[in-house]
Nanobody, 127 residues
């Protein structure tokens, strides 16, 4: 069983950057598509980005397209989310999630699809 641990969150100012990491322990993360989701206070969890198991394909929510970049290093069993030009609307708890798949182009965007979740890391962007 793969366990996911997020890190890299923090308090930053608008316009700053952060890089989140999602480290997997247990089986190889290379067998999983991985996504990032976030949840702001009082709001539902929303999709942010997803990456295919080999890193060859990615997909982003419109709200982060052009500012966030998802990537992975399967040798390190880690997926990253580089977040640039942060604004207060990006504030929330960020979760990574993994879904086991044999398809190399699989890019799940619905939270219920994912079978594994991390505990989350807080990102706070002040204006």
């Amino acid at each position: 069983q793969v366990q996911l641990v997020e890190s890299g969150g923090g308090l930053v100012q608008a316009g700053d950057s952060l890089r989140l990491s999602c480290a997997a322990s247990g089986r190889t993360l290379g067998n999983y598509a991985v996504g990032w989701f976030r949840q702001a206070p009082g709001k539902e969890r929303e999709f942010v980005a997803t990456i295919s198991r080999d890193g060859g394909s990615t997909y982003y929510a419109d709200s982060v397209k052009g500012r966030f970049t998802i990537s992975r290093d399967n040798a390190k069993n880690t997926v990253y989310l580089q977040m640039n030009s942060l604004n207060p609307g990006d504030t929330g708890i960020y979760y990574c999630a993994a879904d086991r798949t044999v398809r190399y182009t699989y890019l799940p965007r619905i939270g219920a699809t994912y079978e594994l979740w991390g505990q989350g890391t807080q990102v706070t962007v002040s204006s």
